[in-house]
């Protein structure tokens, strides 16, 4: 392509109502950083992406641990649907959140275990107001990047949240169902309804314009996408072979999910228990993946670069009927050693994995330049609680995928000294997100092996 001219990187499509972020097409960079690894503070290169994705409850670590360390290792039964992926990511074995710990505070391993998470601090035992934890490592880094993108971060959970009320043993419900906190006592409430992600991620923030846009693609049976029509075809008649090709699979990845969140919308509709419409699916595993990729489309369209998810909060006690689990997960993590429960436990835990594995792969699918979207990534999984029936918070079930834009070493099980914070792992994150942090939580120090 001809590459004497060049789009703003901050181009959008635009509609009534509707602004559509673009991906990073070759034509917003300038020929030397066609194919820059590293990612810059004014976007000139491929920007590197964060995300926090929290499991509840700990892991059957029998099935979760690998045997051996280094390269070679063979994956346990719960990793094994990251087999096709063992070299996007990394098994990361000995970290801890000494905060999540009673320190004298009694019971509520649950709700300190979300509210440590990613703050590193140990939150203050109350079912009141007066909540504060700390600062959370996303929250960090939105400060100093989310300035380059539209949203400066992304919250999403699979379950409701609750920002009052107790919880957990005289904890406050805001603890449990956040991960994300902005200051010591304010948290980022995530959002649960697919539908109002979509209309986050590609509205144009006027309340107005973005009733109109919605009433007239509901009455004329329309695509987002039909609004940008014009703007779209404007672009692409300007583009090079390579960026109309990626341009039009974005479009495509757009009306996809839009497509199965109205299938959504309409399958629940026609639940006996339908209150009003929404977009949130009944079924778990559709949530699961809508939500994984709404993450995915943020990150291919630089609409946010740090992002978290819960999949579900600590101590839910949904049960998984559909792999063949009756019982609720939180009373089958208190296993007593019953083997017939750890291995319905590494049963849902593989089940995690599989949606983990499928957002992975997704990410691997996206081109940019010479690599992935998951090269230029950085996402830890996992959560703060180790064995749900100890309810230990050391050797915690961590994986760190994607390369970080080549600053990472994946494809290998990695064993830290134990009691390891887990907070010097996100001091190394930060590190190369271009965030100066000189402290996270209870960090000690970046993680030098990473």
Known sequence: MNKTWQIPRRTFLKGLGTVIALPMLEAMLPPAKLFAADATETGTAFPRRMAFVYIPNGANMEDWTPKTIGADYE??????????????????????????????????????????????????????????????????????????????????????????????????????FNLSWKTESTPMPPEVDPRLVFDRLFSNGIAEETGESRAKRDLYNQSILDLVTEDASRLKSRLGYT????????????????????????????????????????????????????MALAFQSDSTRVATFITAHDGDDRPYPFIGVSDGHHTLSHHQNDQAKKEKIAKINRFHMEQFGRFLTRLKSIKEGEGTLLDNCMIVYGGAIGDGNR?????????LAGQGGGTLTPARHVKLDKETPMTNLYLSMLDRMGVAAQRVGDSTGKLEDV
């Open 391 to 399: 309810h230990n918070h050391d050797n915690l079930p961590i994986l």
């Open 243 to 294: 960026d109309r090709h990626k341009l039009d699979e974005y479009l495509t990845a757009v009306r996809e999910l839009e497509q199965r969140i109205q299938q959504a919308e309409k399958f629940a509709a026609s639940q006996p228990d339908f209150v009003r419409p929404s977009g949130i699916p009944k079924q778990y595993e559709q949530h699961l993946r809508l939500m994984y990729d709404m």
């Open 75 to 176: 994956l346990p039964y719960i990793l094994q649907p990251l087999e096709p992926l063992r070299k996007d990511f990394q098994v990361i074995s000995g970290l801890a959140h000494d905060k999540a710990r009673p320190h004298g505070d009694g019971p509520g391993d649950h709700a300190r275990a979300s509210a440590t998470f990613l703050t590193g601090c140990q939150a203050r035992k109350t079912k009141g107001a007066d909540i504060k934890v700390g600062v959370s490592v996303d929250q960090i880094a939105a400060e100093k990047v989310g300035k380059y993108t539209r949203l400066p971060s992304l919250e999403l959970s699979c379950d409701r949240g609750r920002i009052a009320g107790e919880c957990d043993s005289g904890y406050s419900c805001a603890y449990q």
